[in-house]
Nanobody, 124 residues
Framework: QVQLVESGGGFVQAGGSLRLSCAGS????????MGWLRQAPGKEREFVAT????????YYADSVKGRFTISRDNARNTVYLQMDSLKPEDTAVYYC?????????????????WGQGTQVTVSS
């Protein structure tokens, strides 16, 4: 089992940057596929980015491709989401999720564990 804690959210103007962190507990953290998903008010949770346990496979939603970068530091049990060129439509609560196996996990139902979320607000 793994516990996840997100941090790094905040308020930023359009065009700005933020880096989100997701710290995981548990000695098997390095075995988990990790993902970032987000949920805006009144909308369903949607896929943003995911990375395999080794970091060798990365997938992004079309809406963030070229602007967001997912990375992980298994020595620190931490996954990051670097968000550049932020837009108002990126405003949402961002969640990190984990699953023991799998690649390219895009659906929220594919993740077994979640953090509590961190709010990102982008003003125009």
């Amino acid at each position: 089992q793994v516990q996840l804690v997100e941090s790094g959210g905040g308020f930023v103007q359009a065009g700005g940057s933020l880096r989100l962190s997701c710290a995981g507990s548990g000695r098997t953290f390095t075995s988990y596929t990790m993902g970032w998903l987000r949920q805006a008010p009144g909308k369903e949770r949607e896929f943003v980015a995911t990375m395999s346990w080794s970091g060798g496979s990365q997938y992004y939603a079309d809406s963030v491709k070229g602007r967001f970068t997912i990375s992980r530091d298994n020595a620190r049990n931490t996954v990051y989401l670097q968000m550049d060129s932020l837009k108002p439509e990126d405003t949402a609560v961002y969640y990190c999720g984990a699953r023991m196996s799998g690649y390219g996990l895009r659906s929220p139902t594919q993740y077994d564990y979640w953090g509590q979320g961190t709010q990102v607000t982008v003003s125009s």
